[in-house]
Nanobody
Framework: HVQLVESGGGLVQAGGSLRLSCTRS????????MGWYRQAPGQQRELVAF???????RYADSLEGRFAISRDITERTVYLQMNSLKPEDTAVYFC???????????????WGQGTQVTVSS
């Protein structure tokens, strides 16, 4: 079983920055993609950004270039650098890692417990 441990959330003023980290408990399995989602109160969970095994990155259009996703060379940790934060970025941020299941040919998703990001105006 794979566990994801997130850190880096907190309270920040508008215009500030935070860096989220998510580390998986094992590097035993092949990564298909790593990413971040967020869920604001009363809202559905939405994709923020992801990075594929090949290094391709994608971001939600609403971010306007303020966030950057990266990972370490071992693919054990994925980061989300968040700059120019706005009150509307306030949400619980969840790490997501998709690992290749070679036996079934599918991708198995694992989720972190979530970390709160609060941006004050």
């Amino acid at each position: 079983h794979v566990q994801l441990v997130e850190s880096g959330g907190g309270l920040v003023q508008a215009g500030g920055s935070l860096r989220l980290s998510c580390t998986r408990s094992t590097t035993k399995y092949t990564v298909n993609r790593m990413g971040w989602y967020r869920q604001a109160p009363g809202q559905q969970r939405e994709l923020v950004a992801f990075i594929t095994a090949e290094g391709t990155t994608r971001y939600a259009d609403s971010l306007e270039g303020r966030f950057a996703i990266s990972r370490d060379i071992t693919e054990r940790t994925v980061y989300l650098q968040m700059n120019s934060l706005k009150p509307e970025d306030t949400a619980v941020y969840f790490c997501n890692v998709g690992l290749d299941d070679v036996w079934s040919g599918t991708v198995v998703d694992f989720w972190g417990q979530g970390t709160q990001v609060t941006v004050s105006s």
